[in-house]
Structures are given as structure tokens and as C-alpha cells.
T-cell receptor
Framework: NAGVTQTPKFQVLKTGQSMTLQCAQDMNHNSMYWYRQDPGMGLRLIYYSASEGTTDKGEVPNGYNVSRLNKREFSLRLESAAPSQTSVYFC?????????????FGPGTRLLVL | AQSVSQHNHHVILSEAASLELGCNYSYGGTVNLFWYVQYPGQHLQLLLKYLSGDPLVKGIKGFEAEFIKSKFSFNLRKPSVQWSDTAEYFCAVNEGRGDKLVFGAGTILRVKS
């Protein structure tokens, strides 16, 4: 049982390049989330998906798109990367669509945009 | 919008010292409260949570937290820290039946051996 996995672990992009961050969970959880973590700002929600086929914006969605490919996978896409998107990105999953349950986090993706 | 405040960004303690990390939130209704920890190089993991009932919650590794509704607080405590408690600690809140967590800015704890 791998839990929540993320790829890649680290990525360097040039301004304007695009990329997709992958996330998968093998716990049969309904809800999945994408956060970014910046020093002194904690974790901020980018997008979330309460169930397969649904996605909703979080606190900081601008510049990102997501896709809930199936129950296991939730990807985050940067269409045109900007230096302000330099951050650590965490994916999380939750067994129900209510956050009373624990969110389980992946190991993170460190993204540097030059 | 809901907000979560963690009062100290950096805390340095010696081993065996007592720890209290402050957390205050802004939402006035029913809330669920969480403390997450991120050890160096590791995933975020749940330390403890309050959903309802006894406002004094015990978590892993000897941590506990007390929910004080009148003060909108959920402070984390440990009577005697160890070097292995060096980590970043995040307080998080979700509103009643909501499915989104709001995190505080985090507190970096360094324990000197």
C-alpha cells in the first residue's frame, strides 16, 4: 500500500513552459486535493476534487488546471509557468468528501521556475 | 473567509523543555481542528484532531491539544520535547460539514540536544 504518490519529485522549468504534476492514491479515497506550500504561508489549497468527475477551485487556482482522471489519479497542470509558481506542491487524499477524516499527503514536488 | 493564525514561526527549545504552540481560528460555527507535522524530508502526517466531545485531545508521540471554544483556540502541547520532535507543525481547521482545510502558516520547531 503506497498511499499517495507524486511525480516528479523535483522539476526545473523556464518561464512559459508547461508541465503536469501527477498524483495517485491507492486507498480508494473519494476526495483529492492539490496544495502549494510557500515559506511563512503554510499550505494553500489550489484545487480539489470531492469525487471522480468533479473539481472545484480552492484559494489560489489562477494559473493552474486540474484533471480527475479516475478515482485514483488527480493531476495538476501549469499551462504557462511563472516564477511566482515556484513552490512545493502537495497532493492529498481523504476517504470521504468531508474533511472530518484525515487527509493523507504525498511526498511533494519541488518546482523551480526560472 | 476563515483564517488560522499560528503565533510563532520559529521556536527553539532544549531537550526536556515544555512546548506550547498557539493556534487561533476565525470561524464562529462548528469546526473540526487538526495539527499536522512535517518532519525533515518526510510527508505531512496527522498529529491529532478534534471533531467533537472531550476538548482535550491526545495524539501520537505524547502530544496533546486543547480546544477552547470561547477563545477560538486549539493549542498544541507536549510536557517534555525530544530532539526528534524537530519539525514544522501546522494547525488546520475546517468548517462543520466542509471538505476543505485551511492551514496556518506553520511553526518550525528546533529542539537542541
Amino acid at each position: 500500500n503506497a498511499g499517495v504518490t507524486q511525480t516528479p519529485k523535483f522539476q526545473v522549468l523556464k518561464t512559459g513552459q508547461s508541465m503536469t504534476l501527477q498524483c495517485a492514491q491507492d486507498m480508494n479515497h473519494n476526495s483529492m486535493y492539490w496544495y502549494r506550500q510557500d515559506p511563512g504561508m503554510g499550505l494553500r489549497l489550489i484545487y480539489y476534487s470531492a469525487s471522480e468527475g468533479t473539481t472545484d477551485k480552492g484559494e489560489v487556482p489562477n494559473g493552474y488546471n486540474v484533471s480527475r482522471l479516475n478515482k485514483r489519479e488527480f493531476s495538476l497542470r501549469l499551462e504557462s509557468a511563472a516564477p511566482s509558481q515556484t513552490s512545493v506542491y502537495f497532493c492529498a487524499s481523504n476517504p470521504r468528501d468531508r474533511a472530518q477524516e484525515t487527509q493523507y499527503f504525498g511526498p511533494g514536488t519541488r518546482l523551480l521556475v526560472l | 473567509a476563515q483564517s488560522v493564525s499560528q503565533h510563532n514561526h520559529h521556536v527553539i527549545l532544549s531537550e526536556a523543555a515544555s512546548l506550547e504552540l498557539g493556534c487561533n481560528y476565525s470561524y464562529g460555527g462548528t469546526v473540526n481542528l487538526f495539527w499536522y507535522v512535517q518532519y525533515p524530508g518526510q510527508h505531512l502526517q496527522l498529529l491529532l484532531k478534534y471533531l467533537s466531545g472531550d476538548p482535550l485531545v491526545k495524539g501520537i508521540k505524547g502530544f496533546e491539544a486543547e480546544f477552547i471554544k470561547s477563545k477560538f483556540s486549539f493549542n498544541l502541547r507536549k510536557p517534555s520535547v525530544q530532539w526528534s520532535d524537530t519539525a514544522e507543525y501546522f494547525c488546520a481547521v475546517n468548517e462543520g460539514r466542509g471538505d476543505k482545510l485551511v492551514f496556518g502558516a506553520g511553526t518550525i520547531l528546533r529542539v537542541k540536544s
